[in-house]
């Protein structure tokens, strides 16, 4: 059964700004800028958002869709929006997801000891050329938000998980059908408010 706990001691990430800034969200002003989650959304939750009931396991991470500048009223974010790392990273997997690919990361050197940082962003169509191996900074935009396939009733959105791994856990088989019981999932909430 996999662990679920915040992400105390891990660095502020500039993936918010980055947003921002990159989609010209709130015209770019990002000092008025808030994430918004609704209930099932988040880390940890039970709660299935896009339809009535429940998740088979706690959500391992964020679903990210709509945000809010200032006073002004929730938007969700387009389809296509350009999406970067948390943090630095090697690319170490690329798996198809219910909505589009999740490209697994590892992110060397943040504060979690021994163990290793991985992250995953899901339901993306990565940049064309880009690869498992390809290394990326965080100001580097590793792909888009996937628009959906058909079909399927849930809308475009990007999902995000955080999460450590013992020595032995081999990242190139990191699927969600398969993900091993030994990861630590870390809510990767703190790391994102600016």
Known sequence: ?????????????GF???????????????????????????FGERRAWWREGTRR??????DILYYRCGDDAAEALAARALVCPLYPGELVAMTEDF?????????????????????AMGHL?????????????AAEALGRIAAGKVGRRVPAHLHISLFVAPGGVDPRRFDWG????????????AVLQP
């Open 1 to 13: 059964m996999m662990t679920i706990q915040g992400a105390a001691g891990l660095p502020a990430s």
């Open 16 to 42: 918010t700004p980055w947003m921002v800034t990159e989609n010209r969200l709130c015209r770019g002003d990002g000092k008025r800028f808030r994430w918004i989650f609704h209930d099932g959304m988040g």
């Open 57 to 62: 396991v706690p959500h391992e991470g964020l």
């Open 99 to 119: 909505l589009g690919t999740t490209l697994w990361l590892r992110h060397e050197g943040v504060g979690t000891g021994a163990a290793a940082l991985y992250g």
């Open 125 to 137: 169509a990565p940049l064309p050329g880009l690869g498992v191996g390809a290394r990326l900074s």
């Open 178 to 189: 398969a993900l091993p019981d030994s990861l630590r999932f870390l809510d990767p909430a």
